[in-house]
């Protein structure tokens, strides 16, 4: 193995510039692989022009580390690994709506698909309950690429099947509150009917407050927010 790796290192010391290996994500690994994982970047992180970037949540990575080993300081752990640590800062709550703004001007821009798009009713949909689920970048742009995906089908030869703002919506709770998600298309005739003589107020208010109350304590005013923004009936 010495061998090889001295090999390895006549090659990589003729290279012009240095070789950048970025490594995200570490803190979604177990304990017992991100060990492992620190075990190989230690061991080849010697070898000429490589420069090793782990991006990663520190607090989380440090527990886990002290998880994998026990006994072991998590903090200590990487101190004898990583040569230069830096701090990134949270973006703003204003910068990540300006990124979400952004991503759905594009998504929206059809003229087929923007002429349905009520402003005053968006501004009431997103303050009132769907602004919490966008608090990082990571969200933002999961929740855009999926979006992307279910706005293209509803395109049709000119036109949009559903209103922008519904779906928009429907999506976030799909992707963030996947139990409320069903709950709602359990309940259709609940949430939709408007017309019904017989309807039991009390019960209904039951299986609606049951339904929000799925969701977190923090996120529960926001979902009713939500749920009567799309479904008027349930005032």
């Known amino acids: 193995l010495e061998e090889v790796k001295s090999d390895v290192r006549k090659d990589l010391i003729q ?9 995200d994500d570490l803190d979604r690994l177990t304990p017992s692989e991100l060990l492992e994982m620190f075990q190989l970047v230690k061991a080849n992180g010697d070898f000429p022009n490589i420069v090793y970037l782990l991006l990663c949540d ?34 703003d709550r204003t910068r990540v709506n300006e990124v979400l703004s952004s991503g759905l001007d594009n998504l929206l821009a059809d ?25 990082t970048l990571r969200q933002v742009n999961r929740f855009l690429s ?17 209103n922008p703002i519904d779906i928009i919506a429907l999506e976030t709770l799909r992707i963030y509150e996947p139990t409320i998600y069903r709950a709602l298309s359990e309940n259709k005739k609940l949430l ?40 008027p009936p349930v005032e």
Not at 146 to 162: A, D, M, P, Y
């Open 15 to 23: 290279l012009s510039a240095p070789m950048l290996v970025l490594i």
């Open 58 to 91: 520190r607090p989380t990575v440090e527990k886990n580390i002290a998880e994998a080993i026990k006994g072991a300081n998590g903090r200590d752990y990487l101190e004898k690994i990583v040569q230069v640590p830096f701090d990134l800062p949270l973006l």
């Open 111 to 135: 003229p087929a698909v923007s002429k349905h798009f009520n402003q005053t009713r968006w501004g009431n949909m997103f303050l009132g309950g769907l602004q919490q689920y966008f608090g």
């Open 146 to 162: 999926s979006l992307s995906f279910h706005i293209s089908i509803f395109k049709s030869e000119g036109s949009f099947e559903v």
């Open 192 to 231: 939709t009917n408007v017309s019904d003589s017989t309807r039991d107020s009390d019960k209904e208010r039951r299986v609606l407050t049951a339904i929000i109350e799925t969701a977190a304590p923090e996120h529960a005013e926001g979902i009713k927010q939500i749920i009567k923004q799309l479904f």
